[in-house]
């Protein structure tokens, strides 16, 4: 059984910076393309960035507009982990966040347009940008 798990979310003052981890179990994570999520209150969950599943020196990697340039997403997939580091955090990046995966082998694209696609999801965590 799949499980996520995410951990480092916090209150930060606008500018500061945070790294989401989450912790892919229940089987080979290099298999799935991993997708982070957010909601924020009162607004529909949205597609953040994601993560295609071929290992290469050079990962698909997708970013919504909002968010280009100072978030990173990574994955180590001998710790099964994967990264969201979130740099010049803004009070509109508020939100619960969410990892997401799909089991995709051997595809090096991925999207995070629909929530739909992906079918394991881990319990979210609490990111807030707040002076």
């Known amino acids: 059984q799949i499980h996520l798990v995410e951990s480092g979310g916090g209150v930060v003052q606008p500018g500061g910076s945070l790294r989401l981890s989450c912790v892919f179990s229940?089987?080979?994570?290099?298999?799935?393309?991993i997708a982070w999520f957010r909601q924020a209150p009162g607004k529909e969950r949205e597609g953040v960035s994601c993560l295609g599943t071929m290992n290469s020196p050079n990962p698909y990697t997708w970013y919504t507009e909002s968010v280009k340039g100072r978030y990173t997403m990574s994955r180590d997939n001998f710790q099964s982990t994967i990264y969201l580091q979130m740099n010049s955090l803004k009070p509109e990046d508020t939100a619960v966040y969410y990892c997401?995966?799909?089991?995709?082998?051997?595809?090096?694209?991925?999207?995070?347009?629909?929530?739909?696609?992906?079918?394991?999801w881990g319990q979210g965590i609490q990111v807030t940008t707040s002076s």
């Open positions: 997401a995966a799909k089991f995709s082998p051997g595809m090096w694209h991925c999207s995070a347009d629909e929530r739909s696609d992906y079918p394991y």
């Open positions: 229940g089987d080979d994570v290099q298999f799935y393309a």
